[in-house]
């Protein structure tokens, strides 16, 4: 049975996403909120042009920055 916490979470999180997407700034909050309420290590999110085969946008959290910037530019 999932908390009220649980579901708080969950709404300001869909929240937090419909910001980010007429908010381009608030994608990096989103990304480490995200990936603190998953327990996880790490996250990214990537935006790709797979016409040209090229990382558009690379947005991380806990990551090697040189190698993200790395991987982008490759």
Known sequence: MRSTHDIDRFSSQVESIYTAA????????????????????SGI??????????IRSNIHYNLDPALQRAHSEY
């Open 22 to 41: 007429t908010d381009p700034d608030h994608w990096q909050g989103f990304i480490v909120d995200l990936a603190q309420t998953l327990n996880a290590k």
């Open 45 to 54: 999110i990537r935006g790709i042009d797979e016409r040209n085969t090229a």
